[in-house]
């Protein structure tokens, strides 16, 4: 059942990961070429998709990484898993705190009614994922390590 568990959980912190890091230095580098207000609502769009989405898979990563903890406590690595773990509720707590609230005003966004700091708002939320995704990536390390 612990390989299990390990293989499942890296997998899908793995993908999650990468969909993030996607994001943070592909998806936002294509949107932000193309004209006029286009990025803006490139990534209001992609706000509605992913902020659908992406609750249900860093819950899931958490959750995963829990049951890694508990099932392997006796098992070396255990203390990496639980540091994952640790890291991954901080990228929960900065979702909520930080990333969803500007993303939750970004994707209501027309060319009509958006703000006039949109572009300031719209680089804070970049700014917040990249540490964000410096997180997860952490975490994701540190469970591939203690798979050793």
Do not use: C
């Amino acid at each position: 059942m612990l390989d299990t568990v390990q293989v499942v959980t890296t997998v899908v912190v793995g993908l999650m990961v990468g969909v993030e890091f996607s994001v943070a230095f592909i998806m936002s580098r294509i949107l932000d070429a193309l004209p006029e207000d286009s990025a803006q609502l490139g990534h209001a769009h992609g706000g509605r998709m992913l902020g659908a989405l992406m609750p249900f898979w860093y819950m899931g990563s958490l959750v995963l990484s829990a049951i890694w903890a508990v099932t392997g406590w006796h098992h070396q690595g255990a203390g990496l898993v639980v540091t994952a773990a640790g890291l991954l509720i901080v990228s929960v707590v900065m979702s909520i705190l930080l990333l969803v609230p500007i993303n939750n005003r970004n994707k209501t966004w027309t060319a009509e009614n958006r703000p006039a700091d949109w572009k300031e708002l719209l680089n804070r939320w970049n700014r917040y994922h990249y540490v964000r995704v410096a997180v997860i990536v952490a975490a994701f390390t540190l469970l591939v390590t203690a798979l050793a």
